[in-house]
């Protein structure tokens, strides 16, 4: 079982920077590969990000690639999603998953067992 708390979300201005966290309770933490997600008013899910269980692999999506960065601390059981040159079209509420016993990224939302409960990002123009 693993629980996971997003935080770091707010409101910034455009070309602004931001830095989200998901906090994770659980052993099986450490094997997990994680992703971040987002997900607009009246729009479907999408991927953002993905980091494996030890870090040595991500994926981004196109949209992202370039601006934001994952990145993960096991000892302290937390991933990072540093966001920079966040655009009014990064609005969206952001949710980490996790599926564990994993050795690869892994795009699919319907991959992943375990969900946050999101955190706001609005930026504004």
């Known amino acids: 079982q693993v629980q996971l708390v997003e935080s770091g979300g707010g409101l910034v201005q455009a070309g602004g920077s931001l830095r989200l966290s998901c906090a994770a309770s659980?052993?099986?933490?450490?094997?997990?590969?994680v992703g971040w997600f987002r997900q607009a008013p009246g729009e479907e899910r999408e991927f953002v990000t993905t980091?494996?269980?030890?870090?040595?692999?991500?994926d981004y999506a196109d949209s992202v690639k370039g601006r934001f960065t994952i990145s993960r601390d096991n000892a302290k059981n937390t991933v990072y999603l540093q966001m920079n040159s966040l655009n009014p079209e990064d609005t969206a509420v952001y949710y980490c998953?996790?599926?564990?016993?994993?050795?690869?990224?892994?795009?699919?939302?319907?991959?992943?067992?375990?969900w946050g409960q999101g955190t706001q990002v609005t930026v504004s123009s």
């Open positions: 659980g052993r099986s933490f450490s094997t997990a590969t």
């Open positions: 980091i494996n269980w030890s870090g040595s692999s991500t």
């Open positions: 998953a996790a599926r564990p016993y994993t050795l690869s990224v892994v795009r699919t939302p319907t991959s992943y067992a375990y």
